[in-house]
């Protein structure tokens, strides 16, 4: 019995029994945003680790911080063998609005071959893919390197803890390649391998005039209200052709080749398919770059929340006090977020009128990073995935961010591959969360295979 054969009949033997517990991983509400839900982050973390050991791990830590625990696992076999991390993360975004669910965001529901709940793809999913595959590969006696787990519970509020926990613990998590699913693939029709990831930024912003709440119609047109300015500032915070008008924004992005410009466009993409998809009727963004650029390789300013005044059923004529947002940056190569943070602030405050007071408070960022297509890890993964899916993946640059990427690179000098198989319509961080069936399954298939690769190439 070939490798492919042994791994689809242990896949086929046990898929109901993987998918079952899926849902018992994806029912825990592990929002990390909302301290409410700290028990239930203790009892997620709980259930990987127990998770891990039933897989075969050997060794298997919840390691306490300052905030959410993160579960640290291993098998080693050899130590004259290569060495995997896995990094992933049990913590999930919070499910609001929960009125625009079809179904309980925490009741995962399996329609037409896709899994509904929050976490569903980013990141509990994809996270259990690797936990089944790693049990798949002890079953069958037929891991072929070393393995090492560490599964966080912040990555959603910026991974604060997890560099501290990094700088402690290089000898424990020394490793010869980091492996990550947290990111997406155009299609199993088209199976990709993203090369890079956007950096961020991320603040809030208050603008505050009156000492209190006024009467609109007492106080209105001779009080600046705070909510019209800070629709006023930010909407000048791009120009006429979408271009982002902070002053040294781009100083360092540099454009990609022609040739780079041309292989990236080159991945399939159909404009009328992915506006009917998103409901609108027209895209938009920066002047002079097609839709996978914008999205993968050029830096963005977007508003993720704004708030102000009565929002109330019914009417309440008032003037409000204070207006604020939440505004992030996606960063690309050879900016910093400390950077970029540092020239929001001082725009941004520069640009109010005398008649309000703005505070900027940042949050949390991480910084851009393209990972190597030459490397033995990532002709591992493309061996990997071509033998999976019959066809080898296309190179892709995600527009997300996972800001321990860069983290890794500087305190562990390791580099990292991502090969993710969600779907950029999965609705992550949106209602109806997804994440199908079949991706799931191929995931689990297709792991194995890159250790097998990665330890021969090796």
């Not at 109806?432 to 295979?449: C, Q, R, W």
Request: proline fraction near 5%; charged fraction near 25%.
């Amino acid at each position: 019995m070939d490798k492919m054969e042994l791994i689809k009949n242990y896949i086929d033997k046990h898929k109901q029994r993987f998918l079952d517990e899926l849902f018992e991983f994806l029912r825990y509400p592990s929002i990390s945003a909302d301290s409410k839900y700290n028990e239930d982050i203790i009892n997620t973390a709980n259930f990987v680790a127990k998770q891990l050991l039933a897989a075969g791990a050997t060794k298997v830590e919840i390691c306490e911080t300052a905030g959410n625990p993160i579960v640290y696992g291993e098998k080693i076999i050899d130590a004259h063998k290569p060495t995997v991390l896995v990094y992933g993360h049990y913590d999930v975004q919070p499910a609001e609005p929960i009125e625009k669910w079809i179904s309980p965001a925490f009741e995962p529901t399996l329609r037409d071959g896709k899994i509904y709940a929050r976490g569903a793809c980013d990141d509990k999913g994809q996270v259990y893919m690797h936990i089944k595959a790693f049990e798949l590969m002890m079953q069958t006696d037929t891991l072929p390197c070393n393995i090492k787990f560490m599964i966080e519970g912040e990555e959603e509020v910026g991974s604060a803890n997890l560099s501290i926990f990094v700088k402690a613990n290089k000898e424990r998590l020394k490793a010869d390649v980091i492996l990550i699913s947290d990111t997406s693939m155009i299609s199993l029709e088209n199976p990709s391998l993203e090369t890079g990831l956007r950096g961020l930024s991320y603040l809030e912003v208050e603008v505050t005039g009156p000492n209190r709440d006024l009467h609109s119609g007492v106080y209105g047109g001779a009080v600046a209200n705070p909510a019209t300015i800070l629709a006023k500032m930010i909407a000048s915070l791009h120009d006429e052709n979408n271009k982002i008008t902070i002053p040294g924004f781009y100083d360092h992005v540099l454009d990609l080749k022609t040739e780079e410009r041309q292989a990236l466009n080159s991945a399939p993409f159909n404009e009328e398919d992915y506006k009917k998809d998103l409901g609108v009727n027209e895209l938009w963004g920066e002047t002079g770059y097609s839709t996978l650029e914008r999205t993968g390789t050029r830096p963005t300013l977007e508003v993720n929340g704004i708030w102000g005044g009565y929002i109330g059923e019914g009417a309440k004529t008032v003037l409000p006090s204070k207006a604020a947002a939440k505004i992030s940056m996606r960063l690309v190569p050879n900016q910093t977020s400390e950077e970029i943070t540092n020239l929001f602030t001082h725009h941004f405050k520069k640009i109010a009128p005398k008649s309000v007071k703005v505070e900027v408070f940042p949050h949390h960022g991480g910084e851009p990073v393209v990972t190597p297509t030459d490397s033995i890890a990532y002709l591992a993964a493309q061996k990997a995935i071509e033998e999976s899916f019959g066809k080898k993946p296309i190179p892709t640059r995600g527009g997300g961010s996972i800001p321990i990427v860069a983290l890794f690179e500087a305190e562990l000098g390791i580099k990292t591959v991502l090969m993710g198989f969600g779907l950029d319509s999965d609705a992550l961080h949106s209602p109806n969360e997804k994440y199908d069936l079949v991706n799931f399954y191929k995931g689990i298939e297709t792991i194995p295979l890159f250790y097998k690769y990665f330890t021969e190439l090796s």
